[in-house]
Protein backbone atom coordinates (compact mmCIF):
# COMPACT_ATOMS: atom_id res chain seq x y z
CA UNK A 1 0.00 0.00 0.00
CA UNK A 2 1.16 3.62 -0.78
CA UNK A 3 -0.01 6.43 2.00
CA UNK A 4 -2.76 7.97 1.36
CA UNK A 5 -3.86 5.17 -1.43
CA UNK A 6 -6.02 2.44 -0.81
CA UNK A 7 -4.16 0.64 -3.84
CA UNK A 8 -1.85 -2.41 -4.34
CA UNK A 9 1.70 -1.66 -5.96
CA UNK A 10 2.99 -4.63 -7.30
CA UNK A 11 6.93 -4.66 -7.89
CA UNK A 12 8.08 -6.44 -11.36
CA UNK A 13 11.99 -6.72 -11.32
CA UNK A 14 13.00 -7.06 -15.34
CA UNK A 15 16.10 -6.80 -17.55
CA UNK A 16 13.55 -6.36 -20.21
CA UNK A 17 10.79 -3.65 -19.89
CA UNK A 18 9.55 -3.39 -23.10
CA UNK A 19 9.09 -6.98 -23.66
CA UNK A 20 6.66 -7.11 -19.87
CA UNK A 21 5.05 -4.58 -20.84
CA UNK A 22 4.21 -5.57 -24.56
CA UNK A 23 2.88 -8.55 -22.98
CA UNK A 24 0.55 -7.27 -20.89
CA UNK A 25 -0.68 -4.61 -23.48
CA UNK A 26 -1.20 -7.30 -25.91
CA UNK A 27 -3.23 -9.60 -23.53
CA UNK A 28 -5.19 -6.61 -22.32
CA UNK A 29 -5.78 -5.34 -26.02
CA UNK A 30 -7.15 -9.20 -26.78
CA UNK A 31 -9.53 -9.36 -23.73
CA UNK A 32 -10.91 -5.47 -24.54
CA UNK A 33 -11.61 -6.12 -28.14
CA UNK A 34 -12.95 -9.61 -27.07
CA UNK A 35 -15.57 -7.75 -24.66
CA UNK A 36 -15.48 -4.18 -25.65
CA UNK A 37 -15.22 -3.66 -29.40
CA UNK A 38 -12.52 -1.27 -28.58
CA UNK A 39 -9.24 -0.61 -26.59
CA UNK A 40 -8.28 2.62 -24.99
CA UNK A 41 -4.15 2.98 -24.24
CA UNK A 42 -2.75 5.75 -22.49
CA UNK A 43 0.74 6.69 -23.49
CA UNK A 44 3.34 7.90 -21.73
CA UNK A 45 6.21 10.32 -22.27
CA UNK A 46 10.26 10.27 -21.52
CA UNK A 47 13.11 8.10 -22.89
CA UNK A 48 11.70 4.59 -21.11
CA UNK A 49 9.12 3.80 -23.20
CA UNK A 50 10.67 4.54 -26.91
CA UNK A 51 11.88 0.85 -27.04
CA UNK A 52 8.20 -0.62 -26.26
CA UNK A 53 7.01 1.82 -28.89
CA UNK A 54 9.36 0.75 -31.32
CA UNK A 55 7.81 -2.91 -31.20
CA UNK A 56 4.45 -1.90 -30.58
CA UNK A 57 3.68 -3.38 -34.96
CA UNK A 58 4.65 -6.49 -33.39
CA UNK A 59 1.28 -7.17 -31.96
CA UNK A 60 -1.30 -9.23 -34.52
CA UNK A 61 -4.44 -6.90 -33.80
CA UNK A 62 -7.04 -4.93 -35.05
CA UNK A 63 -5.36 -1.71 -35.29
CA UNK A 64 -9.43 -0.21 -36.28
CA UNK A 65 -10.39 -0.45 -32.94
CA UNK A 66 -6.97 1.15 -31.03
CA UNK A 67 -7.98 4.87 -29.38
CA UNK A 68 -4.18 6.16 -28.10
CA UNK A 69 -4.43 8.58 -25.41
CA UNK A 70 -1.61 10.87 -23.85
CA UNK A 71 -1.13 11.17 -20.05
CA UNK A 72 0.53 14.64 -20.31
CA UNK A 73 2.22 16.74 -22.75
CA UNK A 74 4.64 19.65 -22.91
CA UNK A 75 3.51 23.03 -24.01
CA UNK A 76 6.15 23.18 -27.11
CA UNK A 77 5.88 23.46 -30.81
CA UNK A 78 4.41 20.66 -32.52
CA UNK A 79 7.72 19.60 -33.79
CA UNK A 80 9.78 20.05 -30.81
CA UNK A 81 11.83 17.47 -29.75
CA UNK A 82 10.82 17.48 -26.24
CA UNK A 83 6.99 16.82 -27.31
CA UNK A 84 6.20 13.33 -25.92
CA UNK A 85 3.66 13.02 -29.04
CA UNK A 86 6.53 13.34 -31.46
CA UNK A 87 8.61 10.78 -29.51
CA UNK A 88 5.50 8.46 -30.04
CA UNK A 89 5.20 9.22 -33.47
CA UNK A 90 8.93 8.49 -34.49
CA UNK A 91 8.86 5.56 -32.63
CA UNK A 92 5.39 3.95 -33.73
CA UNK A 93 2.35 6.11 -34.58
CA UNK A 94 3.84 7.67 -38.02
CA UNK A 95 3.32 4.19 -39.36
CA UNK A 96 0.64 2.78 -37.32
CA UNK A 97 -2.87 1.32 -38.74
CA UNK A 98 -4.83 2.95 -36.27
CA UNK A 99 -6.91 5.65 -37.86
CA UNK A 100 -5.86 9.16 -37.18
CA UNK A 101 -9.30 10.38 -35.50
CA UNK A 102 -8.64 7.98 -32.71
CA UNK A 103 -5.13 8.98 -32.40
CA UNK A 104 -5.92 11.95 -29.75
CA UNK A 105 -3.18 14.43 -29.37
CA UNK A 106 -3.04 16.96 -26.60
CA UNK A 107 -2.94 20.40 -28.02
CA UNK A 108 -0.38 21.83 -26.15
CA UNK A 109 0.73 23.92 -28.82
CA UNK A 110 -2.06 26.17 -28.09
CA UNK A 111 -0.90 27.00 -24.23
CA UNK A 112 -2.09 24.97 -21.16
CA UNK A 113 -5.51 26.23 -20.41
CA UNK A 114 -6.71 25.86 -24.10
CA UNK A 115 -5.19 22.50 -24.13
CA UNK A 116 -6.72 21.12 -21.00
CA UNK A 117 -10.20 22.42 -22.26
CA UNK A 118 -9.80 20.73 -25.68
CA UNK A 119 -8.55 17.57 -23.94
CA UNK A 120 -11.68 17.73 -21.59
CA UNK A 121 -13.67 17.81 -24.62
CA UNK A 122 -11.99 14.49 -26.30
CA UNK A 123 -12.33 12.28 -23.46
CA UNK A 124 -16.45 13.75 -23.09
CA UNK A 125 -18.34 10.16 -22.75
CA UNK A 126 -14.98 7.94 -22.35
CA UNK A 127 -15.26 5.72 -19.68
CA UNK A 128 -12.45 3.88 -18.34
CA UNK A 129 -9.22 3.49 -20.11
CA UNK A 130 -7.49 -0.40 -20.52
CA UNK A 131 -3.98 0.57 -19.75
CA UNK A 132 -2.26 3.48 -18.97
CA UNK A 133 1.34 3.74 -19.25
CA UNK A 134 3.11 6.13 -17.10
CA UNK A 135 7.30 6.79 -16.34
CA UNK A 136 8.93 7.76 -12.86
CA UNK A 137 10.89 11.04 -12.45
CA UNK A 138 13.96 10.92 -10.26
CA UNK A 139 11.91 13.78 -7.87
CA UNK A 140 8.70 10.83 -7.72
CA UNK A 141 6.59 12.64 -10.20
CA UNK A 142 4.12 11.13 -12.72
CA UNK A 143 2.89 12.45 -16.14
CA UNK A 144 2.99 16.56 -15.17
CA UNK A 145 2.01 15.67 -11.65
CA UNK A 146 4.99 17.30 -9.58
CA UNK A 147 5.68 17.43 -5.98
CA UNK A 148 4.31 19.69 -3.30
CA UNK A 149 2.02 21.09 -6.30
CA UNK A 150 -1.73 21.26 -5.74
CA UNK A 151 -4.20 20.87 -8.44
CA UNK A 152 -7.77 21.02 -8.92
CA UNK A 153 -8.55 17.21 -9.30
CA UNK A 154 -12.06 17.06 -10.07
CA UNK A 155 -10.94 17.70 -13.98
CA UNK A 156 -9.66 14.82 -15.90
CA UNK A 157 -7.27 17.13 -17.88
CA UNK A 158 -5.40 20.13 -16.17
CA UNK A 159 -3.44 23.32 -16.99
CA UNK A 160 -0.10 22.59 -15.03
CA UNK A 161 2.01 25.95 -14.46
CA UNK A 162 5.32 26.53 -12.68
CA UNK A 163 6.78 23.02 -13.19
CA UNK A 164 9.93 22.56 -12.04
CA UNK A 165 11.54 21.34 -14.71
CA UNK A 166 11.40 22.66 -18.61
CA UNK A 167 9.41 23.51 -19.90
CA UNK A 168 7.11 25.02 -16.89
CA UNK A 169 4.19 25.14 -18.57
CA UNK A 170 1.55 21.30 -19.45
CA UNK A 171 -0.89 19.56 -19.72
CA UNK A 172 -1.73 16.42 -17.80
CA UNK A 173 -4.08 13.99 -17.13
CA UNK A 174 -5.28 14.45 -13.25
CA UNK A 175 -4.37 11.59 -10.61
CA UNK A 176 -8.04 10.50 -10.65
CA UNK A 177 -8.50 10.25 -14.31
CA UNK A 178 -5.30 8.32 -15.02
CA UNK A 179 -6.84 6.04 -11.94
CA UNK A 180 -9.59 5.29 -13.92
CA UNK A 181 -8.55 2.31 -16.09
CA UNK A 182 -8.25 -1.34 -15.62
CA UNK A 183 -4.44 -1.81 -15.80
CA UNK A 184 -1.75 0.75 -15.35
CA UNK A 185 1.53 -0.43 -16.24
CA UNK A 186 4.84 1.76 -14.73
CA UNK A 187 8.15 1.85 -16.83
CA UNK A 188 10.65 2.76 -14.56
CA UNK A 189 14.15 1.95 -15.88
CA UNK A 190 17.60 4.07 -14.69
CA UNK A 191 20.13 4.18 -11.80
CA UNK A 192 18.58 8.01 -11.20
CA UNK A 193 15.75 7.16 -10.14
CA UNK A 194 16.78 4.61 -7.27
CA UNK A 195 15.63 7.13 -4.74
CA UNK A 196 11.93 7.84 -6.00
CA UNK A 197 11.44 4.15 -6.09
CA UNK A 198 13.12 4.05 -2.60
CA UNK A 199 10.87 6.76 -1.32
CA UNK A 200 7.71 5.05 -3.65
CA UNK A 201 8.44 1.57 -1.46
CA UNK A 202 8.57 2.86 1.44
CA UNK A 203 4.88 4.46 1.35
CA UNK A 204 6.16 8.61 0.92
CA UNK A 205 3.27 10.35 -0.71
CA UNK A 206 5.01 11.08 -3.78
CA UNK A 207 2.66 12.27 -6.97
CA UNK A 208 3.30 8.68 -8.32
CA UNK A 209 1.59 7.02 -5.49
CA UNK A 210 -1.47 8.97 -6.12
CA UNK A 211 -2.25 6.75 -9.13
CA UNK A 212 -4.90 4.69 -7.25
CA UNK A 213 -6.87 2.37 -9.71
CA UNK A 214 -9.00 -0.22 -8.07
CA UNK A 215 -7.42 -3.18 -9.76
CA UNK A 216 -3.76 -1.85 -8.53
CA UNK A 217 -0.48 -0.83 -9.64
CA UNK A 218 2.42 -2.87 -11.48
CA UNK A 219 5.72 -1.36 -11.97
CA UNK A 220 7.80 -2.58 -14.45
CA UNK A 221 11.60 -1.86 -12.88
CA UNK A 222 15.04 -2.26 -13.68
CA UNK A 223 17.78 -3.83 -11.33
CA UNK A 224 19.61 -0.78 -11.43
CA UNK A 225 16.62 1.25 -9.89
CA UNK A 226 16.37 -0.98 -6.47
CA UNK A 227 18.06 -0.59 -3.98
CA UNK A 228 20.79 -3.15 -2.99
Not at 70 to 75: K, V
Amino acid sequence: MTAGCLTRTRWHVTDNIAEAALRRIADAATQSLRERGCFHLVLAGGGTPRALYQRMPELQTDWSRWHIWFGDERCLPVDDAERNSLMAYQAWLHDSAIPAAQIHLMHAEWGGKSAAADYLDQLRGVGRFDVVLLGLGEDGHTASLFPGQTSEDAADALAVSHAPKPPPERVSLSARRLSDAAMVLFLVAGAGKRDAVAAWRRGAPIPAASICPLAGVDVLVAPECMAT
